[in-house]
């Protein structure tokens, strides 16, 4: 059809059911769309718990490193108290034999 020309009521009426078709295809486009977008916000949502909570692992992470260092330690630091006794023992034990052996001499 060309410019100026006048449309009769059939033409008008397939022009008509054709826009209205392509009028419900939008439609239906833009509800899929809405469903998609109430899904990437749902995701995104999602993702900023997901990164709250592993920041907050990540914290109690640091906590549970600090605990554990100084229970690591305290076998160490037992070690060396042991140690440290049966030196003195030991060393107590020698002197005092000295001692005897020197006192019974006289």
Same mark, same amino acid.
């Given at each position: 059809? @060309?410019?100026?020309?006048?449309?009769?009521?059939?033409e008008?009426?397939?022009?008509?059911? !054709?826009? #209205?078709?392509?009028?419900?295809?939008? @439609?239906?486009?833009?509800?899929? *769309? #809405?469903?998609?977008?109430?899904?990437?916000?749902?995701? !995104?949502? /999602?993702?900023? @718990?997901? !990164?709250?909570?592993?920041?907050?692992?990540? +914290?109690?992470? +640091?906590?549970?490193?600090?605990?554990l260092?100084?229970?690591?330690?305290?076998?160490?630091?037992?070690? @060396?108290?042991?140690?440290a006794?049966?030196?003195?023992?030991?060393a107590?034990?020698?002197?005092? /034999?000295?001692?005897?052996?020197?006192?019974? *001499? *006289?």
């Amino acid at each position: 059809m @060309k410019e100026g020309e006048i449309m009769d009521g059939t033409e008008v009426a397939v022009k008509l059911e !054709a826009h #209205e078709h392509e009028i419900d295809s939008l @439609k239906h486009r833009i509800k899929d *769309l #809405e469903v998609q977008n109430k899904t990437i916000q749902e995701n !995104a949502i /999602s993702v900023t @718990k997901m !990164a709250v909570s592993m920041d907050n692992i990540s +914290g109690e992470l +640091g906590e549970h490193k600090k605990r554990l260092e100084m229970l690591e330690r305290i076998p160490i630091e037992t070690g @060396k108290t042991v140690k440290a006794a049966i030196i003195t023992a030991l060393a107590g034990g020698v002197v005092g /034999s000295v001692v005897t052996a020197v006192l019974s *001499l *006289l």
